[in-house]
């Protein structure tokens, strides 16, 4: 669903993405994590087309995100770091316009919006204009947003910051029933107890390249350390190299769907 092949992004001399290859099956939850820097979000950035990769190809589904961006954007939703809604919008009506710009009937919008209210815990104050919503009721609403059109692919940039934990159940809880029914979910987080809980696989990105790829329990048995928290074998994965010696990973391997699936389950 989701293919970096040999993807490198550069600034000027500096190298944010650095040959990433990379491949989301079906139904996976897959959690990017990372320290500031190291290249996450333009690692997203690529996926939705907001940036071009210096060499190598993107796809989505299938599709080139470099030369079938429109192919590829109707299957994805997206959710920044920082929502951007139309202050004088409603929640409804900005949920409405989304709808709108996907093309779906007015049956089917209306539809799907009352979902998406329903699922996000909306019901409260999607009739008041949004400008003035808390940070945390403005993210519920990008989520709704994102998934109004029934994509295939979710991509969404540090999900958690700003809600309060309430919110957070609410989002950990539609992340996992949304993978349940074959959504695709990519998340960048620095909330290593979220990648933990929830996702199938996770990848350790540093300095732009691919350190870790697996699930947390692979993570776990690799470094003998089965009884220690994710933190602590995050820190050991980006620990300055002056400091630390790199460890030696075991090879990349892409999990089965299926078996993603049941650990979920």
């Known amino acids: 669903m989701i293919e970096f092949d040999n993807v490198t992004r550069k600034y000027g001399q500096k190298v944010a993405v650095d040959g990433l290859d990379l491949m989301i099956p079906p139904g996976e939850l897959f959690a990017l994590l990372g320290p500031n820097g190291a290249g996450k979000t333009t690692t997203i ?10 060499s190598g190809t993107v796809r989505v589904c299938g599709h080139d995100v470099a030369h079938s961006g429109r192919d590829a954007a109707r299957l994805l939703g997206y959710v920044p770091d920082v929502p951007y809604l139309y202050d004088k919008l409603t929640g409804r009506e900005f949920l409405q316009f989304v ?3 996907f093309g779906l009937e007015s049956s089917l919008a209306e539809k799907r919006l009352i979902q998406q209210i329903d699922g996000f815990r909306l ?11 808390s940070h945390g009721m403005k993210q519920r609403l990008a989520f709704a947003a994102a998934l109004i059109h029934g994509p295939r692919v979710l991509i969404i940039d540090e999900p958690m910051i700003g809600l309060d934990p309430r919110s957070v159940r609410v989002v950990k809880d539609l992340l996992r029933a949304q993978a349940a029914t074959g959504l695709t979910i990519f998340m960048s987080t620095h909330l290593l107890s979220i ?7 996770v990848g350790v990105l540093e ?4 350190r870790f790829l697996g699930t947390i329990n692979e993570l ?7 009884h220690t928290s994710l933190e602590q074998l995050y820190l050991n994965l980006t620990a300055d190299s002056d400091d630390q010696a790199e460890p030696v990973l075991p090879p ?11 650990r979920r389950a």
């Open 195 to 201: 990648a933990e809980e929830i996702a199938d696989r």
């Open 99 to 101: 709808a709108e710009m």
């Open 207 to 210: 300095q732009g390249k691919l």
């Open 123 to 133: 019901e409260n104050f999607v009739d008041d204009l949004t400008e003035s919503y």
């Open 252 to 262: 990349r391997t892409t999990t089965d769907p299926s078996a993603a699936k049941e």
């Open 45 to 54: 950035k690529m996926i939705v087309g907001l940036m071009r990769p210096s």
């Open 220 to 226: 776990r048995r690799h470094l003998a350390t089965e």
